[in-house]
Each structure stands twice: as structure tokens, then as C-alpha cells.
């Protein structure tokens, strides 16, 4: 039985570049399919971090070409945990990993899992010593063969969607009149990206707004800014911190041409409570003056 071929992997993980981890992992790919191009998106989530590679991968999701995609952050690694093949967009992508909350909200991303499936089979799987590198011996043949043609069903058992861990995405919520928000991710150039976007700001807000990083619980950790919106960075002169709606549609906590991660002392699953400085326009009242 046989399903598409595909000609690219999109290949994201936490192996950093400074050991042979990643290469290997290609190596095999091109061994057993030789006509495939590996994307590398990233490779420098944190060691274990299944929450960064997983709001890294839903970030990515959304412009990586038809085919194969291929993340591993796995600090499960040979124990219980399930190592699966997701179809997702009608069949245009295969996503495969971990089933550890990992690829929970790219799928989400694309559309939800159509058919997922167990890789057991250990005819697709490379022969180890031991357990700990699944990405080379389980995942990467996996994908590679998958790249051939090879149908899903033959590389182990249907699994129930539902039964899929999910992902660990924070939610806002309200406190008072604040909106307790959480950092999702600080970019290279310290760009703080809240799990917000302009349509989760009360509509009564106006341009001028407080940012509080910490919990108020911890004074000795709480650094309070006052901020502005923004559509680019480079009206933030003079040192203002701004929100600016930054490239993935989420609002972010930014400075023009300086870290706002450094300045404000912020980093990925720090608490930032926003309050606005501004009084709500007054209701008007329509008043008919005269005689009925």
C-alpha cells in the first residue's frame, strides 16, 4: 500500500549544532530518500523545552512547504511515551515526533489531525544499541520513508486523534481591571512576545498602557514600565517600551534598536499584568430639551 511522495522535510529540534545530532538525523533521511531536501527551522530550542519547540513549531506551521514535518523534543526519550505520524491539510503534510504535547499546537495550526498513527513497525526503523536517539533511529527513517510513499497505515497502528496529548499554550485572563498575560517566547533581538493579541485589549483602552513583569506576590521580582501601542518599532524613540503587533499577529513587548527582554528583566513564562493609564470616554447621554 502506498501514499504520496514528498520531496521536503521540515525539520525542527532542541540538538543544538554543536554535536553531530542534526547531521546524522539528514544523513539517514537522504540515505533512504535521496530526492528529499531537508528545511532546517531550527535547532536551538532549549534542551527539554517541550513548551518553546512547541510554540516555535506552531509559529512555523503556517509557511513550510507540502511534506514531511519532522520535530524532536524529546526528553521522554525510549520510555512509554508514543512516537506518531499525524496527516494533516487533507494529506498535503505528514507532521511527525514525540507525542508529548510537542506538535499538539501546530496541528491545531493546520487545521487539526486527520489520521494519526503509532510508528511501531520496526521494519521502518533503524537497528540501535540503545533507546536514547530515537530522532535517528525512529523518527528520521520514519520521515524518509514516508518522503518514498510509504502509507502511514504500514508504519504501526491507527491511533484515535482525541487521544493525543494536547499542548500546554497559556491562556490570558482578567484580573480587575488588569489583563494578566504571559510571555510566550524573547526573540534574538529581545522582542517579548505575549500570549495576546489586539483583539484581547478591552476596546475601551486607549494608547497608553502599564506593564508590570512578575507576580505582585514577589515585589522583590515585579518591574513596572509605562508602554505605548505601536505599529513599528521605530516609534519607540528615546527609549519607550511599546506593545507592537508583531509578524505572527500576537502583541509583543519591544524597544527600537534595544532588548526590552533585558531592559525590563523579562524572559518566556514570566507573568506581565497590563493596566491601562487612560480614563474610558465618558458616556454620553442624549438629553431632549422642551415641552412634550
Not at 526573540?187 to 497608553?208: E, K, M, T, V, Y
Request: glycine letters at 12%.
Amino acid at each position: 500500500m502506498t501514499g504520496p511522495r514528498f520531496d521536503t522535510v521540515s525539520f525542527l529540534t532542541d540538538y543544538g549544532t554543536a554535536d553531530e545530532f542534526v547531521g546524522v538525523v539528514k544523513s539517514v533521511i537522504r540515505d533512504i530518500a535521496p530526492h528529499v531536501g531537508v528545511i532546517d527551522l531550527t535547532h536551538e530550542i532549549a534542551p527539554f523545552d517541550i513548551r518553546a519547540g512547541s510554540l516555535a513549531l506552531a509559529r512555523c506551521i503556517g509557511y513550510v512547504p507540502s511534506g514531511v514535518v519532522l520535530a524532536v523534543v524529546d526528553p521522554g526519550v525510549g520510555s512509554l511515551r508514543r512516537a506518531v505520524a499525524i496527516e494533516v491539510a487533507g494529506g498535503a503534510g505528514v507532521v511527525i515526533g514525540p507525542d508529548n504535547g510537542l506538535l499538539a499546537p501546530a496541528i491545531a495550526m493546520a487545521g487539526g489531525a486527520e489520521r494519526a498513527f503509532e510508528l511501531t513497525n520496526v521494519e521502518y526503523q533503524l537497528d540501535a544499541a540503545g533507546a536514547t536517539f530515537a530522532g535517528r533511529d525512529v523518527f528520521a527513517p520514519a520521515a524518509a520513508h514516508v518522503c518514498n510513499g510509504v502509507a502511514l497505515c504500514e508504519l504501526g497502528p491507527e491511533i484515535d486523534p482525541v487521544l493525543l496529548l494536547p499542548g500546554t499554550v497559556p491562556l490570558p485572563r482578567e484580573d480587575g481591571d488588569a489583563l494578566v498575560t504571559e510571555v510566550l517566547w524573547v526573540d534574538r533581538f529581545g522582542n517579548a512576545q505575549l500570549n495576546i493579541g489586539p483583539d484581547d485589549l478591552p476596546p475601551l483602552w486607549g494608547s497608553h498602557l502599564q506593564v508590570q513583569v512578575g507576580a505582585p506576590t514577589d515585589p522583590s521580582g515585579v518591574s513596572v514600565r509605562r508602554a505605548v501601542r505601536a505599529t513599528r518599532f521605530s516609534e519607540l524613540s528615546g527609549g519607550a517600551v511599546g506593545l507592537v503587533l508583531d509578524s505572527y499577529g500576537m502583541l509583543a513587548i519591544s524597544m527600537d534598536q534595544r532588548s526590552a527582554a533585558e531592559e525590563l528583566g523579562v524572559s518566556a513564562g514570566d507573568q506581565v499584568t497590563i493596566v491601562s493609564l487612560e480614563d474610558p470616554p465618558p458616556v454620553e447621554t442624549r438629553v431632549d430639551l422642551g415641552r412634550r
